[in-house]
């Protein structure tokens, strides 16, 4: 298009000076030999429908894939989790390059993006915002992106983004089958209790981290740096990249691994 596109480090916003609470605050560095091996972490059980997925949007900060979650037909069970949690949607962060753009890291590796599967308690709260206020509301399942051949199941996803290019642009997206973007081995992960890592913050979020990274290619991940933060009337448009909070204080958090 004619107008300006910048890529400039866009701050996603101001960091709240304190959030209430304040002291389960996503996301963090994971120091691999500090974790805990818990052995009664069960693996994870993920059963999700095609069927229920239903569009894509441009909310401004990232692109979400959204789910139907009025019923029990994509749900997360298992591993950390006492009660059942309800597939609502799943989208990414990256950056401006392959150097960073993860929310997450592991010894402060970071990687060039993050993906996040976002789910809420179905057996406690009947709605997403509901449960976004309750400590044991929210699971995340955040899987890390790292640059290599090209992911043949993001592909369709990545078709579809040229259509969102803008803040608040909806395109319909179905049959898209989650499980299609996890690591073959979803056994071995690391959890904690945190936030959701942008507004409203809340500390509702169990974790799920997976050590298992996915490989997607240079031109895949390209393409989500088209995208733009800003809405068509903005005279200056901003392209979405750089998308991540920053790190925040462990305060004294234990994170458990699934694996030894
Ligand atoms: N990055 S994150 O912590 O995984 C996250 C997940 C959901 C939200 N919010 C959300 O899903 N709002 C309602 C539907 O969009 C915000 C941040
Ligand atoms: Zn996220």
Known sequence: SSKLVLSQVHPMWQEPLAIPGGDRQSPIDIVVRKSIFDPQLRPLKVQYDPRTC????????????????????????????????????????????????????????LYPAELHLVHWNSDKYSLFE????????????????????RHEGLQKLVGALPAVRHKDSVVEFTKFDPAHLLPENIDDYW??????????????????VMKQHIEVSHDQLAVFRSLLFTSAEEQLQRSMVNNFRVQQVLKGRTVRSSFT
């Open 54 to 109: 239903q569009q894509i949007w441009n909310n401004g900060y990232s692109f979400l894939v959204e789910y139907d979650d009025t019923t029990d037909k994509s749900t997360l069970k298992g591993g950390p989790l006492e009660d059942q949690f309800r597939l609502c949607q799943f989208h990414f962060h990256w950056g401006e390059n392959n150097t960073w753009g993860s929310e997450h890291s592991i010894d402060r590796r």
């Open 130 to 149: 509901e449960a976004v206020i309750e400590d044991n509301g929210l699971a995340v399942i955040a899987v890390f992106l790292k640059i290599g051949k």
């Open 191 to 208: 959890t904690y209790a945190g936030s959701l890592t942008t507004p409203p913050l809340t500390e509702a979020v169990t974790w799920i």
